[in-house]
């Protein structure tokens, strides 16, 4: 029994983790890097054969779990997918975005390439991603285990990340030995809206374990929304826009449960309008009105008595292009929720340029941003940016709000690993310093001390903290 990670090992995005047990291969998540200039070249390399794999298990349907999986099939991979049914329904939605914007990137630098050069091909395209989905059929039920292969055992749990997010408790055995290995995917936030928080895991031998935010712990989450409306606030008082860069799955839906409760309770302006401006966000709030049993019990109640977060009047949905556009013309009182969430593509480029600038706006951060990306640039303060060929300043008011934050926090993160009583706990999915800080802090507070940080492309055998088993 061996383990070994492709991704997520030197900091939070492409996380892509194989099992070998016996003579299966078995792959955990397939994700894209980002936030990188050398992340094209390290998305269309994987560092091992999709054709010697057996099987693909996925944990949620963010990108940077799920964002490489077409080259699977592009590179041979045939083998069975599993998920539950609502991941599978929310990558569709995003790994046709991931191709559609890939060639159009790709279309945009090769108008710009320099004479007698190759043009630039996408990683892959539309059909790579439909026959992808052709093989993802096995969706699975919470708390359903299900038999993988013989030797390997999976059942998945609630990880209250996104809709639809699993940690997997994994069952495996090899000759003579049993490991109870666990995979954190993403761990969620607490006392968060629409989903329910993470379920708490059983007893492993092995954790491998992500640790985003390993070093600290969130605001509560009450807390977070009065800084959002007071933040929305000042800016109408000072004749502003309000730009907040969102994530498509689970982020834009909990802003928009958020902002229809503050509408509905009068603490928004009259003449307030919100805007969903992403058509994979618009998309994957579909999703998640089609999935009421996967709600927590708040969420259920609204839905029970006929409201709706996702359709109130002050919010207007724009999918088409020109839509997006006319944003440009309101001046004051918008607030406007556009892709992508760490601001490294998709249309809040755009309102960016038009709002920056502006001292009476503010932009507000309600995640993650890794190292890289614009978003990362604006949070850390820079004096001004560059957005596709213009040299913005930065005058507005910028906000970080993280207890919006779809990832658990160190002291949530540190209670689910304790009750996991596991022998090893490997840390993955963190920058190099958190990774560090949280290693050590869970040394101190879990009760082992055999905490490391997962290597890269080097596999770690498992069978050292496995169990005989009895025959």
Not at 1 to 30: I, N
Not at 321 to 326: E, P
Not at 437 to 462: C, E, G, Q, S
Request: with cysteine; proline share 4%; net charge negative.
């Amino acid at each position: 029994m061996k383990l070994k990670s492709f991704g997520a090992v030197e900091g939070v995005t492409g996380s892509c983790h194989m099992l070998e047990v016996g003579d299966k291969r078995v792959l955990l998540d397939c994700g894209m890097f980002q936030g990188s200039r050398d992340d094209d070249e390290e998305n269309r390399g994987l560092g091992f054969d999709p054709k010697t794999l057996d099987a693909v298990i996925v944990s949620h349907a963010h990108l940077d779990h799920i964002g490489r999986l077409p080259i699977l099939f592009k590179q041979g991979f045939r083998g069975p997918i599993y998920s539950t049914r609502a991941t599978y329904d929310l990558a569709k939605i995003s790994l046709l975005d991931s191709a559609r914007l890939q060639e159009f990137e790709v279309a945009r630098a090769n108008r710009k390439r320099p004479k007698g050069t190759p043009p630039k091909q996408p990683i892959y395209d539309d059909q790579d991603v439909l026959d992808l989905l052709d093989l993802w059929d096995r969706w699975v039920k919470y708390e359903e285990p299900v038999d993988i292969f013989k030797g390997v055992k999976a059942k998945f749990s609630e990880a209250g990340h996104i809709l639809g997010s699993a940690f997997l408790t994994m069952d495996l055995e090899e000759n003579d030995k049993a490991c109870k290995f666990i995979f954190s995917g993403d761990l969620g936030n607490v006392g968060k809206p629409i989903i329910h928080d993470p379920s708490t895991p059983g007893p492993a031998d092995v954790v491998l374990m992500e640790s985003t935010y390993g070093d600290r712990n969130h605001r509560p989450f009450t807390e977070s929304i009065d800084e959002l409306l007071g933040a929305i606030e000042e800016t109408f008082k000072r004749g502003g826009n309000v730009v907040i860069p969102t994530f498509a799955l689970e982020r834009a839906q909990e802003l928009l449960y958020v902002l229809y409760e503050a509408w509905r309770d009068g603490k928004l302006a009259e003449d307030a309008t919100i805007y969903l401006d992403s058509p994979m966000a618009i998309s994957a709030t579909r999703v998640f009105e089609r999935y009421p049993d996967l709600y927590d019990s708040e969420a259920m109640d609204l839905h029970n008595q006929g409201e709706t977060p996702f359709d109130f009047p002050a919010l207007r949905y724009t999918r088409e292009t020109r839509d997006s556009m006319s944003i440009n013309e309101h001046r004051s009182k918008a607030i406007i929720l556009a892709g992508s969430g760490m601001a490294n593509g998709g249309r809040v480029i755009h309102h960016l340029r038009h709002n920056l600038y502006r001292e009476e706006c503010s932009v507000i951060f309600c995640g993650f941003q890794a190292r890289g990306t614009l978003g990362r640039k604006i949070v850390d303060g820079a004096d001004f940016v560059h957005i596709h060929g213009h040299t913005v300043p930065i005058a507005a008011q910028v906000y970080t709000i993280n207890g919006f934050s779809a990832h658990a926090g160190q002291e949530e993160m540190t209670q689910w690993a304790n009750a996991t009583d596991a022998k090893k706990i490997l840390l993955v999915h963190g920058e190099e310093d958190v990774k560090e800080r949280f290693r050590h802090y869970l040394l101190r507070k879990v009760a082992t001390n055999n905490v490391d940080i997962m290597p890269a492309h080097k596999a770690i055998d498992l069978t050292e903290w496995a169990r005989s088993i009895s025959r």
